[in-house]
């Protein structure tokens, strides 16, 4: 089993959905006030010049995160790293004998008919830990009392705690995104849908993306037709995967992920549009803000990109660019976060008087190509 060191990467991300970076290639293989660090020796009363500035309240910012990644984990185990998922292919049908009977012709009852079953095998998990350390005895002078020092230290296990959450939901993010990347590759029009192509070639219209999200042709047409996939992958077929297997998707199946900026304009411009406050469009949905961050201004080709290396199966992986995603549907057996291991180990240093908590994260992520994926987006013609 290969265990695979991702803490660069997810401080890379981590970056990238505050807003602080630009969006980059991913390879998917402190108590202060504003600007001040430290109380200097202007805080003293203005009588006597030596009374220090005594302070009246002590907030923390303990706001916990709770995530906004689509929910994508799956079951643990505690033994054993494999994954194995096993399909059985369709078996073809034979003549009925019974409606053919022909005089002295010997009907054989005794033929073996071999199913024909396939394993796959998900062995990969990947790795990072959030050390941070505590000392009581040295900060006990700042505090006026103990519920306030033990605030402090809330403050600090809230912090650490919102960068697991935010590291785990953009690594649920990254496999999604991995999975976009494999579809787009594949070039398939069943499962790379050109929504804005779609629309211009059915209506005769030259509507471009920087045009679509505001017109109510445009997103009525959108909306119809990515309920229409929805109704099409609950049949039977080979269309809406990758691996060209036999797969349905009922609805309690299917994943429906948007771009919040394509729900957003669906609500205000059709429901503006029909004049009725009944919203005609999509149902059972998630929503997110962006693919794989924001950028410095939340552009909308920053939240609708995705660039990557991908590992779609072949020996090495493959550069991919694409803008405009407006979402995905895809059935749940598609991709996953599997065996998610969170644990804390602790060091205490009697020498410094301090302890160390060590937040580990262990936990497995796989795309199954063989299970319906479909990408919709948005994307100008090459003149």
């Given at each position: 089993?290969?265990v695979?060191?991702?803490?660069?990467?997810?401080?890379?991300?981590?970056?990238?959905?505050?807003?602080?970076?630009?969006?980059?290639q991913e390879?998917?293989?402190?108590?202060?006030d504003?600007?001040?660090?430290?109380?200097?020796?202007?805080?003293?009363?203005?009588?006597?010049?030596k009374?220090?500035?005594?302070?009246?309240?002590?907030e923390?910012?303990?706001q916990?995160?709770?995530?906004?990644?689509?929910?994508?984990?799956?079951?643990?185990?505690?033994?054993?790293?494999?994954?194995?998922?096993?399909?059985?292919?369709?078996p073809e049908?034979?003549?009925n004998?019974?409606?053919?009977?022909?005089?002295?012709?010997?009907?054989?009852?005794?033929?073996?008919?071999?199913?024909?079953?396939?394993?796959?095998?998900f062995?990969?998990?990947?790795?990072?830990?959030?050390?941070?350390?505590?000392?009581?005895?040295?900060?006990?002078?700042?505090?006026?009392?103990?519920?306030?020092?033990?605030g402090?230290?809330?403050?600090?296990?809230?912090?650490?705690e919102?960068?697991?959450?935010?590291?785990?939901?953009?690594?649920?993010?990254?496999?999604?995104?991995?999975?976009?990347?494999?579809?787009?590759l594949e070039?398939?029009?069943?499962?790379?849908?050109?929504?804005?192509?779609?629309?211009?070639?059915?209506?005769?219209e030259?509507l471009?993306?920087?045009?679509a999200?505001?017109?109510a042709?445009?997103?009525?047409?959108?909306?119809?037709?990515i309920?229409?996939?929805?109704?099409?992958?609950t049949?039977?077929?080979?269309?809406?995967?990758?691996?060209?297997?036999?797969?349905?998707?009922?609805?309690?199946?299917?994943n429906?992920?948007?771009?919040?900026?394509?729900v957003?304009?669906?609500?205000?411009?059709?429901?503006?549009?029909?004049?009725?406050n009944?919203?005609?469009?999509?149902?059972?949905?998630?929503?997110?803000?962006?693919?794989?961050?924001?950028?410095?201004n939340y552009?909308?080709?920053?939240?609708?990109?995705?660039?990557v290396?991908?590992?779609?199966?072949?020996?090495?992986?493959?550069?991919?660019?694409?803008?405009g995603i407006?979402?995905?549907?895809?059935?749940?057996r598609?991709?996953g976060?599997?065996?998610l291991?969170?644990r804390?180990?602790?060091?205490?240093?009697?020498?410094?008087?301090f302890?160390?908590?060590?937040?580990k994260?262990?936990?497995?992520?796989?795309?199954?190509?063989?299970?319906?994926?479909i990408?919709?987006y948005?994307?100008?013609?090459?003149?």
């Amino acid at each position: 089993m290969e265990v695979k060191q991702i803490y660069e990467i997810l401080n890379t991300i981590t970056a990238e959905v505050l807003g602080k970076s630009d969006l980059v290639q991913e390879d998917l293989s402190n108590i202060v006030d504003v600007g001040r660090e430290i109380i200097n020796a202007e805080k003293v009363d203005s009588y006597v010049n030596k009374l220090v500035h005594h302070i009246g309240k002590v907030e923390f910012n303990n706001q916990k995160y709770k995530g906004k990644a689509p929910s994508v984990l799956m079951d643990k185990w505690e033994y054993g790293s494999i994954l194995q998922r096993i399909d059985s292919e369709l078996p073809e049908a034979y003549e009925n004998s019974t409606w053919n009977l022909v005089n002295g012709e010997s009907y054989d009852p005794n033929i073996f008919y071999q199913p024909k079953v396939s394993s796959k095998f998900f062995d990969n998990k990947i790795t990072f830990e959030v050390p941070i350390s505590f000392a009581e005895r040295q900060v006990k002078g700042s505090f006026s009392n103990a519920t306030q020092m033990n605030g402090f230290l809330s403050m600090i296990t809230t912090s650490v705690e919102n960068s697991l959450t935010i590291k785990l939901d953009e690594l649920i993010m990254r496999t999604i995104n991995n999975y976009i990347g494999s579809v787009i590759l594949e070039n398939n029009p069943n499962t790379s849908i050109n929504l804005l192509k779609e629309f211009n070639s059915r209506f005769n219209e030259n509507l471009t993306v920087d045009e679509a999200l505001t017109n109510a042709d445009f997103l009525r047409f959108a909306n119809f037709l990515i309920n229409t996939y929805i109704d099409r992958i609950t049949r039977i077929s080979t269309l809406f995967n990758i691996g060209e297997k036999e797969r349905f998707t009922n609805s309690e199946n299917a994943n429906l992920i948007l771009l919040t900026d394509f729900v957003h304009s669906s609500n205000v411009f059709l429901q503006a549009d029909v004049r009725h406050n009944e919203y005609t469009g999509l149902k059972n949905f998630d929503s997110i803000p962006y693919w794989q961050g924001c950028g410095t201004n939340y552009t909308f080709n920053d939240i609708s990109t995705i660039n990557v290396l991908v590992n779609d199966g072949s020996d090495s992986p493959k550069e991919v660019t694409q803008t405009g995603i407006i979402g995905v549907l895809f059935d749940k057996r598609a991709l996953g976060v599997t065996n998610l291991d969170r644990r804390v180990t602790t060091n205490y240093n009697p020498k410094a008087e301090f302890y160390t908590n060590f937040y580990k994260v262990d936990c497995g992520y796989f795309n199954d190509f063989n299970q319906n994926f479909i990408v919709f987006y948005i994307e100008d013609e090459e003149v």
